[in-house]
């Protein structure tokens, strides 16, 4: 059965703390695996990785994939009250998509 | 600007009712999704179409029904035959393959039976 595992469920720091999120697949036909971060409504993009030990960065996030593990993290540096959100991976085999449950992140001031 | 619409926001139904969830795009995307999200699961796939006139079922079609009559648009209807239809809905879309390009969301429907 192909499932997406993110641990932990729920998080919450305090700002300037450094988290880690965990994502591990196992599903057939892998292509590549997406992290998303969701407010209040739709998700939104944050990363899209295909290639093992290859980081992918944007500003505070990074994230990283390994193929052999099957797992992929995220991880947010300085973390500030606006990365509160539920942060979701997603693995892709072709038409299909298999998500997560999300890592819930609650950064207090 | 380009985008994925979604209505309504919230979406009030009696028990045994039909309604529909309207989702609509203007980014010429060729594949659309979707979605159910329900508390401390995942989003799991309904329907997803990749061309007009054709789509198909995803994990959890049963209850629900679609059509593809546009590019542009991509309704959902969620039956009565659908046990238990309160839940976050959202539709997507994509250029094509979006294992190699990823979603775009709309802003999502919140269906609640009354």
């Known amino acids: 059965e192909d499932k997406v595992v993110q641990s932990p469920l729920s998080l919450v720091v305090h700002e300037g703390d450094t988290v880690t999120l965990n994502c591990s697949y196992e599903?057939?036909?892998?292509?590549?695996l997406l992290w998303y971060k969701q407010e209040k409504k739709a998700p939104t993009f944050l990363f899209m990785l295909?290639?093992?030990?290859i980081e992918k960065k944007s500003g505070r996030l990074s994230s990283i994939l390994d193929k052999k593990e099957l797992f992929s993290i995220l991880n947010i540096t300085a973390t500030q009250t606006g990365d509160s959100a539920v942060y979701l991976c997603a693995a892709n085999t072709g038409n299909q998509f298999y998500f997560g449950t999300g890592t819930s992140l609650t950064v207090i001031p | 600007d380009g985008g994925i619409t979604q209505s309504p926001k919230y979406l009030f139904r009696k028990e045994g009712q039909n309604v529909t969830l309207s989702c609509e795009q203007n980014l010429n995307h060729d594949a659309m999704y979707w979605y159910r999200q329900d508390p401390g699961q995942g989003l799991r796939l309904i329907y997803y179409?990749?061309?007009?006139?054709?789509?198909q079922k995803g994990d959890i079609a049963e209850g629900y029904s679609v059509s593809r009559e546009k590019k542009e648009s991509f309704p959902l209807t969620v039956t009565s035959a659908q046990k238990n239809p309160t839940a976050f809905y959202l539709c997507a879309s994509s250029i094509g393959d979006a294992g190699s390009y990823g979603y775009t969301f709309g802003s999502g429907t919140r269906l609640t039976v009354v």
């Open positions: 295909t290639s093992s030990g």
């Open positions: 599903v057939t036909n892998f292509r590549s």
């Open positions: 179409s990749q061309i007009v006139n054709d789509f």
